[in-house]
Nanobody
Framework: QVRLAESGGGLVQAGGSLRLSCASS????????MGWFRQAPGNEREFVAA????????SYADSVKGRFTISRVNHANTLYLQMNNLKPEDTAVYFC????????????????????WGQGTQVTVSS
């Protein structure tokens, strides 16, 4: 079992930055591929970014490439999402997710493959 808890959301003006954190507890964090997803009202939950178990491979949605950076610190059991140059369309609840049983270099963008989810943190970007 893995428990995930997001933090760092808030209200920011367009062009601003936020850093989201996802603290993991339970099974060994380094055994899990991790991802960030977001869901705006009335929309499906969509992929934002993913990172492999060791952090050497990453993947991003086209809408956030060049603005967001996913990273992880395995010895601290923490996942991060640095979000720069935020836009109003980035407004959503952001979720972190974990997937076990994968090889070291794999990154996963398919939300249906993730096993564990946090409760989410709200990000609101004003224009």
């Amino acid at each position: 079992q893995v428990r995930l808890a997001e933090s760092g959301g808030g209200l920011v003006q367009a062009g601003g930055s936020l850093r989201l954190s996802c603290a993991s507890s339970g099974r060994s964090f380094s055994m899990f591929g991790m991802g960030w997803f977001r869901q705006a009202p009335g929309n499906e939950r969509e992929f934002v970014a993913a990172i492999s178990r060791g952090g050497q491979s990453t993947s991003y949605a086209d809408s956030v490439k060049g603005r967001f950076t996913i990273s992880r610190v395995n010895h601290a059991n923490t996942l991060y999402l640095q979000m720069n140059n935020l836009k109003p369309e980035d407004t959503a609840v952001y979720f972190c997710a974990a997937k076990g049983g994968i090889v070291t270099s794999t990154v996963i963008s398919d939300r249906e493959r993730y096993e564990y989810w946090g409760q989410g943190t709200q990000v609101t970007v004003s224009s």
